[in-house]
């Protein structure tokens, strides 16, 4: 098993980087690295509930990323099971911590579990250009 880990700062307060991350009309504005981007997403935000995200690739495509919350805790902590596709049968696990830092937030991504270095890799080039779209939308 692989895991990564991500920090970026964004500059905005983190009651608003926690809305930007869990609302569906928010998500919409960011989600998906470079030129993807989500055409859809539902949120439902309490422990156990679902949430569904799409990513419209380049050729047309849409990439599905679900999964259900395990830990709700505004604004300073998510955490949630993370499935690729709709045939992905061993769940990923994404920690999202949101802190308080002097330029705005201070967020940090943990994503554990994922079956293999290759996909850790590409999992990270995901969070990277979602990241940047976030803070970008804040710049």
């Known amino acids: 098993m692989a895991e990564l880990t991500l920090t970026k700062i964004i500059k905005a307060p983190r009651e ?3 809305d930007a991350w869990t609302k569906p009309e928010h998500l919409k504005n960011w989600w ?11 949120v439902d935000l309490q422990v156990g509930g679902k949430y569904r995200i ?6 047309g495509s849409i990439l599905w990323f679900s999964g259900k919350f395990e830990e709700v805790m505004p604004p300073e902590k998510l955490v949630y099971d993370w499935y ?3 045939n ?3 769940p990923s696990l994404v920690t999202v911590l949101f802190r308080e830092h002097d ?17 850790r890799d590409m ?3 995901g969070w990277l250009g979602c990241l940047e779209k976030l803070d970008e939308m804040f710049a």
Request: hydrophobic share 35%; charged share 30%; proline share 4%.
């Open 88 to 90: 992905d049968n061993a």
């Open 54 to 59: 799409a990513n419209k690739i380049e050729d």
């Open 103 to 119: 330029d705005g937030t201070e967020l940090v991504v943990w994503h554990a579990r994922i079956g293999d270095e290759a996909t």
């Open 16 to 18: 608003v980087v926690f």
């Open 123 to 125: 999992h990270g080039k």
């Open 84 to 86: 690729v596709g709709e």
């Open 32 to 42: 998906g690295p470079g030129k993807v981007y989500c055409p859809e997403a539902h």
